[in-house]
């Protein structure tokens, strides 16, 4: 598959790639019915209980349990994903499983947790660093009152929030 080099700019300036619909709804209905059942967290207790942070969590949870194993190959991840990064595509194992469980405020998913330091940090333009974190949010904010936030170009070492860190 060709490279979506639209795409790719984006992925490269902003730091994301939003895609909606990825999973169908009947996917959507039967992982989030895994997860209450993992987790005993549902809906329902999820309003009523007001949780903000915390929650249940299991790391590496899609390469544990056999049944989200689907979301490692799944088609049009590994479509959308191919049209940003070309055919090389490979799976890295960490892969939590997550309900009702947040950041308590800005972060920086990568593997290299020291600021300036590793291959995460780089960013030559010659070698772009292409790896990707993919998360894959299942509930709606009427269910959870949760937005998740990005923020375009966070990514850069000249970003104002990495010169507040």
């Known amino acids: 598959m060709a490279i979506d080099e639209a795409r790719r700019r984006?992925?490269?300036e902003k730091g994301f790639v939003v895609v909606p619909g990825l999973l169908s709804p009947?996917?959507?209905?039967?992982?989030?019915g895994m997860l209450q059942?993992?987790?005993?967290?549902?809906?329902e207790s999820w309003k009523s209980s007001g949780r903000g942070f915390g929650g249940w969590n299991l790391t590496d949870g899609?390469?544990?349990?056999?049944?989200?194993?689907?979301?490692i190959d799944h088609p049009k991840l590994l479509e959308n994903l191919r049209a940003v990064l070309g055919d090389g595509v490979k799976y890295l194992q960490h892969s939590d499983l997550q309900v009702g469980f947040s950041a308590?405020?800005?972060h920086r998913d990568n593997v290299h947790r020291t600021y300036g330091i590793g291959r995460d940090w780089d960013e030559d333009d010659e070698r772009p660093y292409d790896l990707?974190?993919?998360g894959i949010y299942l509930q709606a904010f009427e269910e959870s009152n949760f937005r998740l936030g990005f923020i375009p170009g966070s990514l850069t070492?000249?970003?104002a929030l990495q010169q507040r860190t």
């Open 10 to 12: 984006e992925l490269r």
């Open 26 to 32: 009947e996917e959507v209905e039967r992982y989030k």
């Open 37 to 43: 059942e993992m987790s005993g967290i549902s809906p």
């Open 62 to 71: 899609v390469s544990k349990k056999k049944d989200f194993w689907g979301l």
């Open 104 to 106: 308590v405020s800005w």
């Open 132 to 134: 990707v974190r993919v």
């Open 157 to 159: 070492r000249d970003a």
